[in-house]
């Protein structure tokens, strides 16, 4: 496995992030991903991509569980769940009061996630090539992602990466994943 970044990863802007990380999980009131959805398709004029948006939000408790195992240390109500606060946006019923739905690791969040995500990465042998710019994926004939051509910041040198299967993301929060085997 490899990550190729602009920055050496704990260097990343992420660690700035303190709001949290919003997740219809209901522990502190009645929560559903249906009016996660709402309020996510209305705070993006509703201009988002709504299939995206509708797996985003169904499939978010999941992923908040799969960073809890790997052990970002949420913020707790006194019963051990995760606590979850109120931030702007967030709705109850469609539309209605304001919702609690913003799990998060105090006002350091982004800080938390970043590190726990370095960590795994740690753990799991990934090669890490720091100071490189994704340029392009690369598509075999059939159209499927089969790697990326990056820039070495440092010496200007292009090369291709082949992957079997390829994750990227980029400054607009958009990802992009293709699995070739």
């Known amino acids: 496995m490899a990550l190729l ?3 050496f990863p704990t260097r990343s802007h992420t660690v700035s992030a ?78 209605g009061e304001q919702a609690a739905r913003t799990a998060a690791a105090a006002d350091r969040t982004g800080h938390a996630l970043l590190h726990t995500l370095y960590q795994q990465n740690l753990k799991n042998h990934t090669t890490i090539f720091s100071e490189w710019y994704a340029l392009d994926l690369v598509k075999n004939q059939d159209g499927a992602v089969v790697g990326c051509t990056a820039l070495c ?22 990802a992009y994943l293709s699995v070739h085997h």
């Open 5 to 7: 970044s602009k920055v």
């Open 18 to 95: 303190q709001g949290g990380i919003t997740v219809a999980l209901g522990n502190t009131h009645e929560d559903n991903w249906e009016w996660h959805m709402y309020d996510t398709v209305k705070g993006s004029d509703y201009i988002g991509d709504q299939d995206a948006i509708e797996y985003m939000c169904k499939t978010g408790p999941e992923a908040i569980l799969e960073l809890e195992h790997m052990g970002l240390p949420f913020s707790r109500l006194d019963d051990g769940r995760i606590y979850q606060r109120p931030f702007g946006g967030q709705s109850k019923n469609f539309g």
């Open 153 to 174: 910041i440092e010496t200007g040198e292009v090369v291709y990466f082949k992957a079997r299967a390829t994750r990227a993301g980029d400054w607009r929060g958009r």
